[in-house]
């Protein structure tokens, strides 16, 4: 049987080897808050592990694990705890901080998509998209960052969860393609006349990317107005990933452009100085 703290600590595991900008951004948090983090990024993981790392299992058998995680998870959550070794704490955590079950419902609504949506023809519907599978969890952080105005912050932490993902898109459109899948709207290929199929950097991929960082740029700022609104641990540990996050666009341009052939990367370096900066604040 797995107890609450072995969860804990393999919900931390998945985060510090899959999401290594995201992971060091919560060594700024208060320790008493960390693996509540950790949790909701443990959930996330394993939903997206069902959805892209099943090996060759067909669409409808991925459909079939990622409804039964989804059973699963509001079963357990209804009772109030769970065997299952990661479920076991994001139960406690969305139990603790009173988190919207229905977030969770979103979230796993756009995973499901991902299974046979590969194009996005406006860029509103990649936003239906991203409501789900980006902007919720903002929504999902908000009670364990405590803003005073929980409600006047939100937007602008849907914001800054669009402008984690979309900058994750731009950095792998290469991975995305191997997948099937193109995150950027076709309104946009066709106004620049883009391909990303072609895997290689023209006049005209450039201006897009321009463009597309451009409009990422601007969640930032927005979401810039909801830091100032959290606590100084919560704002200091949300600037640390927004500033990594949005150093992946840096690297993006002096790549020239090129996400094919290189994975747009922030130093491991660079990030343990910022973390290191921002723990010395305290």
Not at 151 to 167: E, V
């Amino acid at each position: 049987m797995t107890t609450l703290e072995e969860s804990y600590e393999r919900c931390r595991q998945l985060n510090k080897r899959h999401g290594t900008t995201y992971y060091a951004s919560t060594l700024v948090l208060p320790k008493v808050k960390q693996h509540h983090v950790h949790a909701l990024y443990g959930f996330c993981r394993y939903a997206d592990d069902i959805v892209d790392d099943l090996g060759p299992a067909p669409v409808e058998q991925r459909a079939e694990a990622l409804a039964a995680f989804g059973a699963r998870f509001f079963a357990d959550l209804e009772r109030g705890r769970s065997d299952d070794p990661v479920l076991k704490a994001v139960v406690h955590t969305v139990r603790a901080f009173d988190i919207d079950p229905d977030a969770f419902r979103r979230f796993l609504r756009s995973m499901t998509m991902d299974l046979t949506v590969t194009t996005y023809e406006t860029f509103a519907d990649l936003e239906g998209y991203m409501d789900g599978s980006a902007a919720v969890i903002g929504e999902m952080m908000l009670p364990i960052l405590e803003p005073a105005d929980p409600d006047a912050a939100r937007p602008h932490a849907r914001d800054l969860g669009n402008a984690f993902q979309l900058t994750n898109f731009l950095r792998d459109v290469g991975e995305d393609l191997d997948r099937g899948r193109v995150y950027l709207p076709q309104e946009d290929l066709r106004r620049f006349g883009a391909d990303p199929w072609l895997r290689r950097v023209t006049p005209q991929w450039e201006a897009l990317m321009r463009f597309e960082i451009e409009r990422v740029r601007r969640l930032y700022v927005s979401a810039d107005l909801g830091i100032g609104m959290l606590p100084a641990r919560s704002a200091r540990c949300i600037t640390a990933a927004r500033i990594l996050y949005s150093r992946i666009l840096e690297v993006i341009e002096a790549n020239g452009y090129d996400v094919f052939s290189q994975r747009a990367r922030v130093p491991g370096w660079q990030k343990a100085a910022l973390v290191a900066r921002s723990m010395a604040r305290r």
